[in-house]
Nanobody
Framework: QVQLQESGPGLVKSSQTLSLTCTVS??????????WNWIRRPPGKGLEWIGY???????YNSPSFRSRTASSRDTSKNHVILELTSVTPEDTAEYYC????????????WGQGIQVTVSS
């Protein structure tokens, strides 16, 4: 089973771009049928799915985030990267990367999460 670890800044300022990295171990991000997802949980709210990048590099993002989100990868480092532009305090959340295989929304493995706070 793959292991995932999120990394990035814990604090960003409003209007800046948030960049998070998910380091994958125990498997390759190019392994067939895998989806590498980004999900967040704002304080006091439920999980929000942001989007994924597939094993072949194709991406799909939730309409709620599409205009501000870019997913990419670095295959040499086995990293999956999320960029969220023009952040506001409403983007304060615990951010997770999660893997799924076959069905994009069957999340089998999760990172421990990273708390991101956006200051006004």
């Amino acid at each position: 089973q793959v292991q995932l670890q999120e990394s990035g800044p814990g604090l960003v300022k409003s209007s800046q771009t948030l960049s998070l990295t998910c380091t994958v171990s125990g498997g390759s991000i190019t392994d067939r049928f895998y989806y590498w997802n980004w999900i967040r949980r704002p304080p006091g709210k439920g999980l929000e799915w942001i989007g994924y990048i597939k094993h072949d590099g194709s991406t799909y993002n939730s309409p709620s985030f599409r205009s501000r989100t870019a997913s990419s990868r670095d295959t040499s480092k086995n990293h999956v990267i999320l960029e969220l532009t023009s952040v506001t305090p409403e983007d304060t959340a615990e951010y997770y990367c999660a893997s799924s295989r076959g069905s994009w929304n069957d999340f089998a493995s999760w990172g421990q999460g990273i708390q991101v706070t956006v200051s006004s």
